[in-house]
């Protein structure tokens, strides 16, 4: 879960940015590991696209050996950890004004002579109008100068320009009954006085009614069409794309120099990079309506208080993380200059949102935290929790068999509470929540028991737990599916009890756990290891384990926050298949700044301990709080 707490220059020679100055990031990034490129050229701009590999850290986790003599008892942690180098693809686009062209195509001449392919599928009105201008630039032909495109439009023109779009727009929203309309296209380019006019235009005409859109990255479908001729093979069906924010632009980029010659005017450069996930992410079966599903609870940028306050809270946490950073690779000898680039750039991103909070999309507390995890990736620290979950999975593996017993010398119904109060206990265990952070690090000792007494008591902020009980004296569920949060107590005191509980009433459990690292969160890979040894000391959930009635899989995600349209495909065809019919929703990140309002077509349990002081508030609560929501679809 989440909450947080609080240049390049050019050189010569054979080096990459021979022909051309880069910012401080590059604009042509992985260039010379391109295997394919595309060009569409439209009347003033130039839009490429490129597939590259990349080489990053990853780490991996790998359980001890316990045959022979190896015990449990000669390591401290239930599994290693190792940094490993990994190669991954991205997609690359690139806008910029045609002016630059010769000058891009000499830069791209220079550094795809090794690639695969020699040809260059190119589109768009200006793919014939500079065709002797590509062929020259590849030893083909010649060709003569071109001029530089037309001044903009003046103010006034843009007004009669823009009421007359925004007019039609509403009456063709009106005519299909649509409250919102999406712009693209040459006109727009992301200037924000050429959108403020249109939403001013499509505001006044539908009197409120219709909402105005922007595409953040337009003027790609050429691009994107002529990139993918001859990319079939790649069976493109079996995997996702997911943005890189790290990588990407936000809106009206300054433009870096592309030649010797003095620009005569301004202009923009805009990046967009996607990830493979080697995986495809589909809906999960169980939402009421995917169509009008939002995953956040709060759009910051429409709310002015919250965005204020989260972006100076993320600011706050900075110092903090690039702490975390280093300690978490001790043997890295630029660890510290590589945290201080990570934190120079997350930085440079929250200053321009705070002038531009539209700028990368909706700014909610999911894609700030997104973009924090991005931005370490890119500069090499891929889980700085490694060795924390580790040593924590450890501790609250020993602490297991007696939390079990204490559970089963209850009674029924003082079970139930004491299994809810689990995993609420457990869910305080955020490294994301500075609150909480603050308390681990000054006492190392704080434990499940300490984290108990820190819950409100009863009647908690929103309290369902009464509904719940009394629908557990019902009939058992079907199949239970569980999206799991943070490592250590978490999982392993709350999670997995719970878990057994259900197993114990003859429901089938499917346990969902990130696919990478995100703050302390569990991982499916760490997850398999903790339940392997949970197994090891617990009959019922070794035979559940055995006979396939609990399941461990991963969501798709390396996110602490939680988007139910974007899952593993593995999950969702076992969630039809088992008949899942309760989800549990467990954390922060999951469940309150995101999915608080998400409708199931089935029985939900949304849980949380709200661990920002400032959040609490506006929720009408305290620091430490609890949300215990259950939810049961409309009949």
């Not at 809270?313 to 945290?339: H, I, M, Y």
């Not at 200053?351 to 507390?365: D, S």
């Not at 089935?602 to 620091?623: D, F, I, T």
Request: with cysteine; proline share 4%.
């Amino acid at each position: 879960m989440a909450e947080c707490g609080a240049s390049g220059g050019g050189s010569s020679g054979d080096s990459l940015d021979k022909s051309i100055t880069l910012p401080p990031d590059g604009i042509f990034r992985n260039l010379e590991n391109a295997k394919r490129f595309a060009i569409d050229i439209g009347g003033s701009l130039t839009k490429l696209a490129y597939y590259s590999t990349v080489q990053h850290k990853v780490a991996k986790v790998r359980s001890f050996d316990h045959s022979g003599t190896d015990t449990e008892q000669d390591h401290e942690s239930p599994y290693e950890v190792s940094v490993q180098e990994e190669v991954s693809a991205r997609l690359h686009f690139v806008k910029f004004e045609n002016a630059y062209m010769e000058a891009c195509l000499d830069f791209i001449r220079d550094h795809l002579v090794n690639t695969e392919t020699k040809v260059i599928p190119a589109t768009g009105g200006g793919a014939y109008k500079f065709k002797d201008l590509i062929a020259s630039s590849f030893g083909k032909s010649a060709t003569a100068d071109r001029e530089f495109s037309q001044e903009d439009m003046a103010k006034s023109l843009l007004h009669m320009i823009s009421n007359d779009i925004g007019q039609l727009a509403c009456l063709y929203a009106r005519l299909h009954r649509l409250d919102r309309v999406y712009f693209g296209g040459f006109f727009i380019r992301g200037h924000p006085v050429t959108m403020r006019t249109i939403t001013y235009s499509i505001n006044f005409f539908s009197k409120g009614e219709v909402q105005a859109l922007f595409l953040r990255h337009e003027g790609y479908l050429g691009a994107i069409g002529a990139f993918l001729k001859g990319a079939e093979q790649d069976n493109p069906d079996q995997y996702s794309w997911g943005e890189n924010y790290a990588g990407s632009s936000g809106l009206m980029s300054s433009a870096p120099e592309l030649g010797p010659t003095p620009r005569a005017r301004s202009g923009t450069f805009d990046l967009l990079e996607m990830d493979r996930l080697e995986r495809p992410l589909v809906n999960l079966p169980l939402l009421l309506d995917p169509s009008s599903y939002v995953p956040d609870t709060v759009d910051l940028t429409d709310d002015a208080l919250a965005r204020k306050y989260w972006l100076s809270c993320f600011e706050e946490a900075l110092d903090g993380v690039v702490k975390r950073a280093v300690a978490s690779q001790p043997g890295s000898a630029d660890a510290a200059e590589r945290a201080e680039k990570f934190r120079q750039k997350y930085w440079a991103k929250l200053q321009a949102l705070r002038h531009q909070p539209f700028a990368y999309g909706t700014l909610t507390v999911r894609s700030l935290l997104d973009t924090r995890e991005h931005c370490l990736n890119e500069f090499n620290f891929p889980d700085p929790y490694s060795k924390v979950k580790q040593r924590e999975n450890g501790v609250a593996l020993r602490c297991f068999p007696r939390v079990v017993r204490a559970l089963d010398a209850l009674g029924w119904a003082e079970r139930q509470l004491a299994l809810a109060e689990g995993l609420l206990a457990g869910n305080v265990f955020d490294w994301g929540a500075k609150a909480v952070s603050e308390v681990l690090e000054c006492d190392p000792q704080f434990g499940f028991e300490e984290a108990k007494r820190k819950l409100e008591g009863r009647p908690w902020l929103v309290d369902c737990y009464d509904t719940w009980l009394q629908r557990l004296q019902g009939a058992p569920h079907k199949c239970a599916l569980i999206f799991a949060d943070n490592s250590g107590v978490d999982v392993i005191l709350g999670v997995f009890p719970f878990v057994r509980e259900l197993l114990s009433r003859g429901t089938e459990v499917i346990l969902a756990c990130n696919s990478g690292p995100a703050l302390n969160d569990v991982t499916y890979s760490e997850a398999l290891i903790v339940a392997e040894r949970i197994a090891a000391m617990d009959p019922t959930i070794h035979s559940a384990l055995r006979e396939e009635r609990l399941l461990l899989t991963q969501t798709g995600s390396s996110s602490p926050c939680l988007d139910l349209s974007r899952l593993d495909k593995g999950l969702a065809v076992l969630v039809r298949e088992r008949g899942t019919d309760l989800v549990v929703i467990e954390g922060m990140g999951r469940a309150v700044h995101t999915n608080y309002y998400a409708a199931l077509r089935c029985e939900c349990l949304k849980l949380a301990v709200v661990k920002n002081s400032w959040l609490a508030e506006r929720l009408g609560g305290r620091l430490f709080s609890v949300i215990f929501k259950y939810e049961v679809p409309a009949e």
